[in-house]
């Protein structure tokens, strides 16, 4: 099976569709994302989408499309959703906190910025 995300005008992951091998030239990217755009294209109500290939295994384009996440066109990735408001993009495209995480068991408080230790279990 290989993956396509629809793509807005913005770069905004709107759904990530499931295609068969036999409608995208086998499967294997690169070749298979032209053959799943036109076949995607050739459904009802698809005509006028815009879709990119999306890895389950994140074998290219970084990781596997989000909803709400973005297409970076410029790099072709795909980014996650901005995980809190503090968070920034570095240049591998990973989102980083302002305070890096401790070793250990932690969720990021957003209105301390800052890590709170948790028990596991």
Request: hydrophobic share 30%.
């Amino acid at each position: 099976m290989a993956h396509f995300a629809e793509i807005d005008t913005d770069g905004t992951v709107l759904t990530v569709i499931v295609v068969s091998n036999d409608d995208c030239a086998g499967g294997d990217f690169p070749d298979s994302e032209a053959a799943g755009q036109a076949f995607l294209s050739s459904l009802p109500g698809y005509e006028d989408k815009s879709f990119k290939q999306t890895s389950y295994s994140h074998s290219f384009r970084k990781q596997y499309a989000a909803i709400g996440g973005k297409y970076d066109s410029a790099s072709d990735v795909f980014v996650q959703r901005q995980p809190y408001p503090s968070w920034t993009l570095d240049e591998n495209h990973d989102w980083q906190p302002p305070v890096p995480k401790p070793e250990g068991w932690h969720n990021w408080d957003e209105e301390a910025q800052s890590w709170v230790a948790v028990t596991p279990g």
